[in-house]
């Protein structure tokens, strides 16, 4: 059981979305959006930390009547919501973009160049639109890449078959590039499928934190991170208050403060948000 004192002395609370604040559908439940409007009223503000595009989150920020800047890319990005004024953005250098296009084609593999607001592909690569895992995101047809290099957050790359990903993630980690972090997986949802990713190093879920907490003139000990993938364990290394759902994989609920008893499809949100209202009425 997490101390009342600690719980009255939150001031931020900052949601991982897929798993963990929104249900399978995609809907945020209804006695979270309840609590959130309560705990308002106590100055406790909150924001999202996601692997989704800024643009796909929009709606759920609007569901909460959230006016704080929200982490999307997984750290890449901290822009201000309702305002679009960016706190913070990290792009790849635009030589390392460049080599991962002409690699992509080279293996007959499948490359988008995430940027904020939307996913970028040519008619070569229009078959990324239905193979990428990007919840709710704007996919845009390009003629070309040339244009679009310089703004990019983070790249994919797919295909059916493993080697090729493997030999492109190769020829993209050190020393053929450098200050990349990348990561090349079997997909969670469709086992014939391989996927590689890259965004500029020292870019995670975790910095991303800091960085708003700072810009919110919040201390990482008055903040509370709620999780449930392994790309949340970042923000549960920073010092704030570490709430798992039950739904969480091992690693997370290992790490956490709290596991709720209720998973992301029963608002273990709410769980959570209620003892943070109870502690402050008290």
């Known amino acids: 059981m997490i101390r009342k004192d600690l719980l009255k002395n939150i001031r931020l609370i900052v949601f991982d ?21 309560e705990l308002r009223k106590y ?11 800024h643009s796909a989150i929009i709606e759920h920020a609007e569901t909460l009547s959230l006016k704080t800047p929200l982490i999307s890319l997984d750290g890449s990005l901290i822009k201000n919501y ?13 030589k390392y973009v460049k080599k991962a296009i002409a690699l992509a084609d080279k293996l007959l593999l ?32 390009i003629k070309q890449y040339g244009d679009y290099v310089d703004k990019t957050l983070e790249l994919v790359v797919s295909g059916e078959y493993k080697d090729p990903i493997k030999y492109l993630a190769n020829k993209m980690a050190f020393p053929y590039t450098f200050g990349l972090s990348t990561s090349y997986y079997k997909s969670h949802r469709r086992g014939d499928i391989y996927y590689f990713e890259a965004r500029k190093q020292g870019v995670n879920k975790g910095t991303g934190l800091k960085k708003l907490a700072s810009h919110l003139g919040i201390k990482i000990s008055e903040t509370a ?13 920073t010092g704030a208050l570490k709430i798992a759902v039950a739904n969480a994989v091992p690693e997370i609920k290992h790490h956490a403060d709290l596991i709720t008893k209720k998973t992301n499809d029963e608002d273990a949100a709410a769980e959570f948000l209620q003892m943070v209202l109870q502690a402050k009425k008290n």
């Open 17 to 37: 979305l897929d798993g963990t604040l929104l249900t399978s559908d995609n809907r945020i439940g209804s006695e979270s959006i309840r609590l959130v409007n």
């Open 43 to 53: 100055n406790v503000r909150f924001s999202f930390a996601t692997g989704r595009l």
């Open 82 to 94: 309702p305002e679009d004024n960016i706190i913070f953005e990290s792009y790849i250098p635009a």
């Open 110 to 141: 499948k490359i988008a160049l995430c940027h904020g607001d939307a996913i970028y592909y040519t008619e070569h690569n229009s078959s990324i639109e239905i193979l990428l895992d990007k919840f709710g995101a704007k996919f845009e047809e």
């Open 225 to 237: 991170v709620m999780g449930d993938w392994y790309n949340d364990r970042h923000m549960f290394d």
